[in-house]
């Protein structure tokens, strides 16, 4: 190759990301990343997102990446830039989210600017990601992008990191993009597929745990078809939920708290549960005895890998290889049993769905959390988004909405953490344009980064946030008191959000009545723009429903 035929680095770099499909790039660009982004600024493919904080960025690609299967992209700066994507990239590697940030670094080779603002970014990114590289030639570009995102993509999915500094993007090359390769992943053995079988044929009381990883497309339809044959009841965790319809006469709830609810007991009631997708990351549903006797239970671990060991986790049998193949060979092999008897967990099923049913009734002002869910779910088509940010009433929707459909209850129990509600509806919002979006935020939450109401309205984004307004950080409010301590520390004051939207350019409301909130939501539903609804909340009772009047009925029962 002639030596005008080679191109500049960042160019290349360009390229591979448009080779891996790249739609979008999240972020906030720096001095280190300028030639970067002047190759940007010649692709056809590929759009940059400008953010107002490379946190609402990094939420927004592992967001996309969550959706869609592929690594979302973000791009930082050096230093502070690249240590406002550390949250992040936390959040979507332990929540199984496809992510690649690019961060820039002064240059390498040659600096004259001594130490400022340098961190070693790769050394900090390491134990947060699966894969951290610094660039250090050129040449190396095309390998270490693909490497990158096969790394992310690949089960477990989880946030990669490659820091381009600026030396190393104006250098020349005439390498070129390495092309996708074709992957399939392996089948689960037939001797384990035999021995599951086996182990559900002989139970009496068969049950389905669906966790996070078998939150994929494919895993869903074969799960629905293997219940549709068998009968065999299931339960999600918070991760899983919607991946049946769970307004399958089947379903007997989600996991949602650690112990004592309706689920539990039907759990108890299980002879043999199939785990599918677990992961420790996830509250475990069910506990196991590790007191030197066997179980009595025997479980059964379904995933892509073998089961990480705990004090409460070390299944008896396990199915090994792709979930959903695993899921189609079990069904093709068993047989429903006649000694099958699912009267008592579905019984408990009853009973939550009554007693959820006078909650949701309550509508007292301001507006108690079951009437909220109850009121979304209602306002909501069933392919509507609902992102949560972090905060007690993630208890409330995980028990008490309804999902119909995978990835339509975006839940984060891996990192759980605040300030993400938002920017993953905008993400939800840009992946599928003609869906309703609905960020649920409390209003510490929200504020964490509400800076990004800019960005979607500068985007012309359709969703609406609803701040669940209680002015303090309610879910540790909650544990404090539920815990003996004098309430202390936790409380603040607001601002007017109705004007703070207003003066974004979004629409703000502020919910007078539980009837304003049910006109509220259908009218934000149905009016294009960003929306945001100011709705006073009432937590007074959580720790009544949460932690005793629940356990009391479900012991009752």
């Known amino acids: 190759m002639a030596e005008g035929d080679k191109r500049k680095a960042s160019d290349l770099f360009v390229e591979c990301l448009e080779q891996e499909g790249v739609e979008y790039i999240f972020g906030v660009p720096g001095e280190e990343n300028l030639d970067f982004l002047d190759s940007l600024s010649r692709s056809r493919q590929i759009k940059l997102i400008l953010t107002r904080h490379e946190q609402g960025a990094g939420f927004m690609a592992a967001t996309y990446g969550r959706h869609t299967g592929k690594a979302g992209v973000c791009l930082s700066t050096l230093g502070p830039g690249a240590t406002n994507f550390v949250t992040a990239a936390a959040y979507a590697t332990l929540g199984g989210m496809p992510m690649l940030m690019i961060t820039g670094q002064k240059p390498i080779k040659k600096s004259k600017q001594g130490r400022f603002q340098i961190l070693d970014v790769v050394s900090m990114m390491q134990p947060i990601t699966k894969y951290a590289h610094q660039v250090a030639s050129s040449d190396n570009i095309p390998s270490r992008v693909r490497e990158a995102f096969r790394i992310a993509e690949e089960e477990k999915p989880g946030a990669t990191h490659i820091e381009l500094p600026e030396d190393i993007a104006d250098e020349h090359t005439d390498s070129r993009p390495v092309p996708r390769s074709i992957v399939r992943r392996p089948t689960a053995d037939e001797k384990s597929i035999a021995q599951a079988v086996e182990a559900l044929q002989n139970a009496r009381r068969p049950l389905l745990v669906i966790g996070a990883g078998a939150n994929r497309k494919m895993t869903s339809k074969m799960l629905g078809e293997f219940v549709a044959k068998t009968g065999i009841p299931f339960l999600t965790t918070q991760l899983g939920k919607g991946v049946i319809d769970e307004r399958h006469p089947k379903f007997i709830g989600c996991a949602a708290l650690s112990a004592g609810d309706f689920v539990h007991r039907a759990i108890e009631d299980a002879d043999c549960i199939v785990n599918i997708g677990h992961d420790v990351i ?173 960005t979607a309205v500068r985007l012309g984004l359709n969703l609406t946030v609803l701040i669940l307004n209680d002015n303090a950080y309610g879910m540790i409010r909650w544990k404090q008191a539920n815990m003996g301590f004098a309430d202390f520390g936790l409380s603040y004051g607001n601002p007017d959000f109705v004007k703070y939207a207003q003066s974004y350019g979004a629409n703000g409301y502020r919910v007078e009545s539980a009837a304003h909130l049910k006109e509220l939501l259908a009218h934000c539903r149905d009016t294009p723009g960003v929306h945001l609804i100011d709705c006073p909340v009432d937590y007074s009772e959580n720790d009544l429903i949460l932690n005793t009047e629940i356990k009391e009925l479900s012991r009752a029962l």
């Open 282 to 454: 996830e509250k475990p549903p069910f506990f196991m005895h590790n007191d030197g006797t066997r179980d009595s239970r025997v479980v059964i671990h379904v995933s892509t890998k073998t089961a990480e060991v705990d004090p409460v986790y070390f299944p008896h049998i396990e199915v090994i290889g792709d979930i959903a193949n695993a899921v189609w060979q079990i069904k093709e092999a068993i047989a429903p049993s006649p000694k099958w008897n699912f009267e008592a967990m579905l019984r408990y099923r009853a009973a939550e769905i009554a007693h959820t049913a006078r909650l949701a009734a309550d509508e007292r002002f301001p507006i108690f959390p079951p009437h909220a869910v109850q009121q979304i779910r209602d306002c909501l088509p069933d392919d509507a988004i609902v992102c949560l940010d972090n905060g007690i009433y993630k208890l409330w929707f995980a028990r008490g909405y309804c999902a119909t459909k995978p990835n339509t209850v975006l839940l984060d129990n891996a990192l759980a953490t605040m300030g993400a509600g938002l920017p993953s509806a905008m993400a939800s919002a840009m992946v599928y344009p003609n869906r309703k979006i609905l960020a649920v935020c409390g209003d510490g939450g929200f504020m964490m980064n509400s800076q990004e109401l800019e």
